[in-house]
């Protein structure tokens, strides 16, 4: 059974709008953060966005340029990260993440993060 089903990718063009949502299928109880890294083709994957399951804080990296925003639906045991006036450079997949060890986001690395989705596809084209 997968454990994080990520949905909601897909080819915009830029200034458009996607939603990412982040399903937990199992364990949800045990995740502390859940939030988004990428990875374009030739690039290391990088975090995104980030919310803590038990309580407000959220984490943007300085490429969401306050143009992206993640909330959660705790009754859904699901995430959704809007991003809007999307670039081309943007285009990554996009991977859903949870951590279940420890309440510190940092270091962010995504060898901290113990479950992943499959990836999704996010094309913004100019």
């Known amino acids: 059974q997968e454990h994080l089903v990520e949905s909601g990718g897909g080819s915009v063009q830029a200034g458009g709008s996607l939603r990412l949502s982040c399903t937990a299928t199992?364990?949800?109880?045990?995740?502390?953060?859940m939030g988004w890294f990428r990875q374009a083709p030739g690039k290391e994957r990088e975090g995104v966005a980030f919310?803590?399951?038990?309580?407000?804080?959220?984490y943007y990296a300085a490429l969401t340029e306050g143009r992206f925003n993640i909330s959660k639906d705790i009754a859904k045991n699901t995430v959704y990260m809007k991003m809007n006036s999307l670039k081309p450079e943007n285009t990554a997949t996009y991977y859903c993440?949870?951590?279940?060890?420890?309440?510190?986001?940092?270091?962010?690395?995504?060898?901290?993060?113990?479950?992943w989705g499959r990836g999704t596809q996010v094309t913004v084209s100019s």
């Open positions: 993440a949870a951590r279940e060890r420890g309440n510190n986001l940092q270091p962010l690395r995504p060898d901290r993060f113990e479950h």
């Open positions: 199992i364990y949800a109880y045990k995740h502390n953060w």
């Open positions: 919310i803590y399951t038990g309580g407000t804080s959220t």
